[in-house]
């Protein structure tokens, strides 16, 4: 059942990844709606239209990882501590931390994509897109590499 | 739609609260509950391990959204002009700077 719920957790991380990278390039380095090229079709995707699939995966990604979280204490981390593998476990320590503040930041994070903003909200809105997108890709890779190490049922 | 500027603040406080409550029950272990991964039990506020390792981060989340929106509903009421001055990038530059904090305070990890 983990290995299953681990299966659903990386594919709804694939989406999520795909989809904040897509909100950040676009509001950093807005482009063209016309492009043609693929780098400014990236840039020049509706960014707006990202944010509830992006807070839908965000928690839903979450979720799912919160339940294998205790599979992973149980039979992942002893093992690399076992192992002395100190960097691979520091860097789940800090994807746990940085997904639950993660969290926190959704309410601000929908509220600033949703209203009309001031110049300086332009700014936060920005900044909090371009921290989910940096939380996100640390969390998939370092999910990824600890999978690596030690999957379920490995 | 456009949203009330309350409704903004409290967005702003929500997370700011968060951020700084999660860091402090971190540190000091505040979590509203503990789970126990091999008994698979829960049990009330911070309890020490038994038969197994026992997990406090879904307590210390729990410690921190109560918190968070206790004070984002006091933030509504926040006079009009203190919402106004209330400045958006609050809500990027604590959850960063928590960030950091945590990136320092787990920085054994990575030098041991």
Known sequence: MTTVLLIVHGMLAVALLGAVTHQTISVLAPGRKTADSFVGRMRGVSAPSYVSVIIFLYVATAILGGIIYAEYRIAVRVVLEQLDLWKANGAFELKEHFVALGLGMLPAYWCFWRQPLGEGDARARAVITATFAFIVWWSFLVGHILNNIRGFGS | ?112
């Not at chain 2, 968060?18 to 126990?36: D, E, R, W």
């Not at chain 2, 829960?42 to 307590?59: E, I, K, N, S």
């Open chain 2, 1 to 112: 739609m456009t949203r009330p500027r309350s409704f903004h603040s409290s967005a702003v406080v929500f997370t700011v609260v968060y951020s700084v409550t999660y860091l402090i029950a971190v540190q000091n272990n505040y979590a509203l509950f503990t789970y126990h991964p091999a008994l698979e039990e829960f049990g009330p506020l911070v309890q020490p391990p038994r038969d197994g390792p026992a997990m406090y981060w879904y307590g210390w989340i729990a410690t921190a959204a109560i918190v968070a929106l206790v004070a984002a509903v006091l933030a509504r009421f926040m006079p009009g002009g203190l919402a106004q001055r209330l400045w958006s990038g609050w809500s990027w530059a604590v959850p960063i700077a928590s960030m950091v904090v945590f990136s320092y305070m787990l920085s054994g990890f990575f030098t041991r």
